[in-house]
């Protein structure tokens, strides 16, 4: 990173201020393409297929596509059955036995440093004999950290507020007495810095609840003007190029105001500090001068004070934005599309349902900006053969009853594992008599592990809310509150217990990420389908890996 060449104070511009985050935002430029898609597939017992393809395109058609391990960290190849390059890219894919063990397969470097953005999955599974749930998250992390960012930020505005204040003092400390401007601006940066961060993580988290790109930028303005009005400057919305004349001319006014309130002069002969110091191009390369030389003094060479400003950049500001904060335009461009398939009926998502039973999302590296994307998916699966061996048929028939059914036999959020032991006596009996000898107990028991009186009470309680269910059926009706008709039908709940196969995966077709069949769902755009292909042999694995123009960690 060749620091030396960007302003000291652009930096200081960018980081106390940080106004050009919304211009950057909306800056238009040709930039490569990194397009990352994944799809998982879990089935009841917690096994994980995984299949990913990795794309890395050209800014413009006529341009060679850069190397992919410029930006990405690939995983390690002997942890997947199939790994294979593509013209521009690499897919790979696996088998693994729960979410738990699929590795890191999403890591976007940092420029200079060994730090990374990447993805996590993880699958919360529970067996109420009768059913169970699964609770699946991915989260593609951002690096940012909250309070490491705002101890980076701290030490980043002391950094460049201090060499900026020593180069001023060093151009104009002879002829004013400085020491109300330095208080005024050690005092003002530092707080003005943490409130704007603060207004950028606010908006930040706001895009997860739709705020589009115009928005933010709007968002981001409103709130700036709000700040900047804490401290006496008054800034009109950009509607026309009037508005920006007139905020151009309010801040010069404004920085006018200040230096004659707080550059004393020495000598009363001495005019008034004014803002046209800073106008001029004489006077500013003189103040970039002081700069430096107060920098070489403190630091010994500029080259050492921006390896102690540089790393702090992608602590504040992230993987996917410190790029643009030090304006590299061949930083790449993110687009993400994931997509898995759960066992059982889907109760709770933030994705977006398909036709075939499975969830999809799609963002961009825009939406990981410090705080991340997180993406969730809950669903149930029923046992019907357990089911009906208690003579439950359809159970549980409605949501309703599905929850009361999940809240009678969990405790402090938690299943209850002793009121599971007890139903699974009753399944293996195909019989509530151990349900009902265990309501019925007011003794302590070894099995019940809790105070008698209260383990009673729950069985009890379970036991009367599976005797309703039985009712139910032997009337033909479904229990629950009186009008409410939402049903669940056995096949959508994901019958796997009445001796339905359940298909074994095939690596083969689970790599077969159907990129065409995606490229079709709305708002998920997609550049060109790649065919991803079978891998079947290691010798193959092995030839396609010593490609000269993939650089795969081993």
């Keep these: 990173m060749n620091s030396g060449k960007i302003p000291l104070v652009a930096r200081y511009l960018m980081i106390c201020v940080m106004a050009g985050c919304a211009a950057l935002l909306l800056a238009g430029c040709s930039r490569p393409k990194i397009s990352f898609t994944a799809k998982t597939e879990i089935q009841p017992n917690g096994q994980t297929g995984r299949a990913v393809v990795i794309t890395c395109k050209a800014a413009n058609e006529n341009e060679t596509p850069p190397n992919l391990t410029d930006f990405i960290r690939l995983p390690e190849v002997k942890k997947y059955q199939n790994f294979s390059p593509l013209p521009e890219g690499v897919s790979f894919s696996g088998i693994f036995a729960s979410p738990a063990e699929v590795p890191v397969d999403f890591m976007k470097l940092t420029t200079g440093y060994d730090v990374w953005a990447q993805n996590r999955l993880r699958l919360r599974q529970n067996n109420y004999v009768l059913l169970s749930t699964f609770e699946f998250e991915e989260r593609v992390e951002d690096i940012v950290e909250r309070p490491e960012a705002e101890e980076a930020l701290a030490q980043g505005v002391s950094l460049i507020s201090e060499a900026v204040i020593s180069g001023f003092d060093g151009c104009y400390g002879e002829q004013y007495d ?11 940066i530092p707080e003005l810095s943490r409130r704007l961060y603060q207004v950028l993580w606010e908006i930040r988290r706001s895009r997860r609840g739709g705020l589009d790109l115009e928005l933010e930028v709007q968002e981001w303005d409103r709130r700036l003007r709000q700040e900047l009005s804490n401290y006496g400057l008054y800034l009109e919305p950009l509607t026309s190029e009037e508005d920006r004349q007139l905020n151009e001319a309010r801040a010069w006014e404004f920085l006018d105001k200040k230096l004659r309130e707080l550059a004393i002069p020495r000598q009363p002969e001495i005019p008034p500090l004014r803002a046209e110091i800073l106008r001029s191009t004489e006077k500013q390369q003189e103040l970039f001068r002081q700069i430096e030389m107060s920098v070489k003094e403190s630091f010994g060479s500029m080259e050492y004070f921006f390896k102690q400003l540089d790393p702090l950049i992608p602590v504040i500001f992230g993987a ?11 930083e790449p461009s993110f687009t993400f599309h994931f997509q898995i398939y759960l066992p ?3 109760m709770q998502t933030n994705g977006v349902r398909d036709i075939d039973g499975s969830i999809h999302w799609r963002f961009t590296g825009e939406d990981l900006h410090l705080t991340g994307y997180p993406m969730w998916v809950r669903s149930v699966g029923i046992d019907m053969q357990k089911a009906q061996s208690l003579g439950l048929v359809g159970f549980p028939l409605n949501l309703v009853n599905l929850d009361r059914f999940l809240k009678t036999i969990t405790t402090s959020g938690a299943p209850d594992k002793n009121l599971i032991a007890l139903l699974d006596k009753c399944v293996a009996q195909k019989s509530l008599a151990p349900l009902r000898a265990a309501a019925g107990e007011k003794t302590p028991t070894a099995s019940a592990g809790n105070n008698p009186n209260t383990f009673a009470q729950r069985a009890d309680a379970l036991l009367k809310l599976l005797e309703e269910f039985l ?5 033909g009706k479904q229990p629950g509150p009186e009008g409410y008709d939402v049903t669940i039908s056995p096949d959508a709940m994901g019958n796997w217990g009445q001796g339905v196969e359940i298909k074994p995966f095939d690596i083969d077709e689970l790599i077969s990420v159907e990129l065409e069949q995606l490229e079709t769902l709305p708002r998920f755009q997609l550049e060109t389908p790649v065919a991803i292909p079978p891998v079947t042999s290691n010798s193959v694995i092995n030839e396609k890996l010593s490609s000269p123009t993939l650089d795969v960690m081993e």
């Design 320 to 330: 996917f934005f410190e790029q643009r904060l030090i304006f590299n335009h061949a």
């Design 178 to 188: 400085l020491s109300q401007l330095d208080e005024y601006l050690r005092k003002t």
């Design 471 to 475: 009712a139910a059926n032997l009337e």
């Design 344 to 346: 059982g009926h889907i």
